[in-house]
């Protein structure tokens, strides 16, 4: 299906969808665990804002369950950020989204990132050094393992090792 989805079939992408609906879910409920109280987003509208813009993407080039899940992950933390903005902008400045990852004390001690800020530096990092930055979203954001990492972006467990410490210094820093 993800062939027939790359290939442009939109039937295959709706054909997928309730193969992976339990995965999608629980990446969304993990992003949204740690929000604020009284987050308007619910895990499953975070989903369906997530499909329907991988609905909308023009050419897709997923070649397995491992990056598919990536790029909706990605996604996902597109709609998050973009509705931490909304937010902000609808308080003229107030208060931020914050959201506290699984493994957000490597980045930053106290564990809980601001999502806007983490967006704006993982766009930094990606200028340089896009893997890095990928191997970031995927395992904080995505919630893949180190091995779903690597195959994913066809590099070694021990490369994805490599990189996540490095791109958590860097964030580290970036975010202190």
Known sequence: MLAEARG???EALERLLPLVYDELRRIAAG???HERPGHTLQPTALVNEAYLRLLGQRSVDWQNRAQFLGIAAQSMR???VDHARARAAAKRGGMQTRVTLDDAHAIAPEGDVDVLALDAALEELAVFDPRLAKVVELRFFGGLTNPEVAEA???SVATVDRERVTAVAW?????G
């Open 8 to 10: 442009g079939d939109r």
């Open 31 to 33: 992003f949204l665990r």
């Open 78 to 80: 597109r709609v998050l």
């Open 153 to 155: 972006l066809g590099i």
């Open 171 to 175: 964030l580290r820093r970036r975010l």
